[in-house]
């Protein structure tokens, strides 16, 4: 079904698809789909958005799949702030997808950190600061409102 509505989307014009929406990268399949959505005739970038868990060792295959480029969710660089905002763990996974991205070199690799004042508003700089140790990362921020 994915692959014929990318089909259909790419014959109206589209060249882009992001796979989005839960976890994806616990599906079995997700490889498959990959190599299947690369083969789309005038389908230029193949995207996925995770928050990174489980993506790091499936890096590599993806990118053999047509995988090109990855959007990582996360908000905070501390452990306690990640705990307390996703009820996961799990940082370092997560800062471990990050460098294993930038290395196999995906482009773009973007992290998405939505901004909540009073929350994770004084961690800014410190994502400034790892978008800069990494030439390829880019971070997309949106703002957020404590409740």
Not at 81 to 96: A, H, N
Not at 97 to 126: F, M, R
Request: net charge positive; with cysteine; aromatic share 4%.
């Amino acid at each position: 079904e994915i692959v014929l509505l990318a089909n259909l989307f790419v014959t109206s014009g589209v060249d882009k698809t992001r796979l989005t929406g839960g976890e994806l990268t616990i599906r079995p399949d997700i490889e498959d789909i990959c190599l299947q959505l690369s083969n789309v005739n005038g389908l230029r970038t193949l995207a996925l958005t995770t928050n990174g868990l489980v993506l790091a060792r499936k890096l590599p295959k993806l990118k053999e799949c047509g995988l090109n480029s990855v959007n990582i969710s996360l908000d905070t660089l501390v452990p306690t702030k990640l705990k307390f905002m996703t009820r996961w763990k799990g940082l370092e996974r997560v800062l471990e997808l990050i460098n294993t991205a930038v290395y196999i070199v995906y482009n773009p690799v973007k992290v998405n950190c939505v901004v909540i004042i009073g929350i994770n508003d004084d961690e800014i700089h410190d994502f400034v600061e790892l978008t800069i140790c990494a030439s390829r990362l880019t971070m997309v921020k949106s703002r957020g409102r404590s409740k």
